[in-house]
């Protein structure tokens, strides 16, 4: 079975521009999320979706930061303008349910300078 | 804000020694879990617990949740190098929404 794939591994932008990643989930699984992971931290949660819906983005810098999951398949996130402090590694999880184990792809390291 | 307080932050030890990481909050989990990740990877589940007082072995690894279900301990018997890695507690809230703590970071010394 194949897993949580995320595009691109690493991407070095400079601050005000933008970047967008993009992850597909396991193939069947309703819930997405998105995480950021600062160096030396544990992952944030930035939003959840279930199908194509959030389920919560109380934590998403909404001025700057933008997701979607139009076909609740498939999904991105935006980072526009870029900041330094948003230097991290963008992780994206899915799972078969809300209450179900969550899987991880290998992440999006982000480097702002 | 971290609604889950892990520590210690971090831990060195010997290969062979005995070490045991906490995980604590100050709300009722309905669940909880641990994860480990390696450097440049995502983490990966190591367990789920669920019912108050639980206890799961996983090999050399004791996962432990309190009576009340707002702690957890994960105990780590005759560690191996193989072991280092971030070592993060999870727990659903509101929503189901899947937050973690700041982990652990476990270092395994030849």
């Known amino acids: 079975e194949a897993g949580v794939a995320q595009s691109p591994r690493y991407k070095i932008i400079e601050k005000r521009q933008s970047v967008a990643f993009w992850c597909n989930p396991i193939?069947?699984?309703?819930?997405l999320y998105w995480y950021q992971q600062i160096l030396g931290q544990g992952p944030k949660l930035l939003i959840q979706?279930?199908?194509?819906?959030?389920?919560?983005d109380s934590q998403l810098p909404k001025d700057r930061f933008s997701a979607e999951r139009l076909k609740g398949v498939d999904s991105t996130l935006k980072i526009q303008p870029a900041k330094l402090e948003d230097s991290a590694v963008y992780l994206c999880?899915?799972?078969?349910?809300?209450?179900?184990?969550?899987?991880f792809g290998q992440g999006t390291r982000l480097t702002v300078v | 804000t971290q609604l889950l307080e892990q520590s210690p932050q971090f831990l060195s030890i010997q290969e062979g020694e005995n070490l045991t990481v906490y995980c604590n909050s100050s709300?009722?989990?309905?669940?909880l879990q641990w994860y480990r990740q390696e450097p440049g990877e995502g983490p990966v589940l190591l367990v789920t617990?669920?019912?108050?007082?639980e206890v799961k072995k996983l090999k050399r690894l004791t996962f432990q949740f309190g009576d009340a279900r707002k702690d957890s301990s994960l105990h780590i018997t005759a560690a191996q190098t193989g072991d280092t890695g971030l070592y993060l507690c999870?727990?659903?809230?509101?929503?189901?929404?899947?937050?973690f703590g700041a982990g652990t970071r476990l270092t395994v010394k030849p």
């Open positions: 999880a899915s799972s078969l349910h809300l209450v179900t184990e969550a899987f």
């Open positions: 193939s069947g699984h309703a819930t």
């Open positions: 979706f279930q199908n194509n819906g959030v389920v919560d």
């Open positions: 709300s009722v989990f309905s669940s």
């Open positions: 617990v669920v019912t108050g007082g």
């Open positions: 999870a727990s659903r809230y509101n929503n189901n929404d899947m937050r």
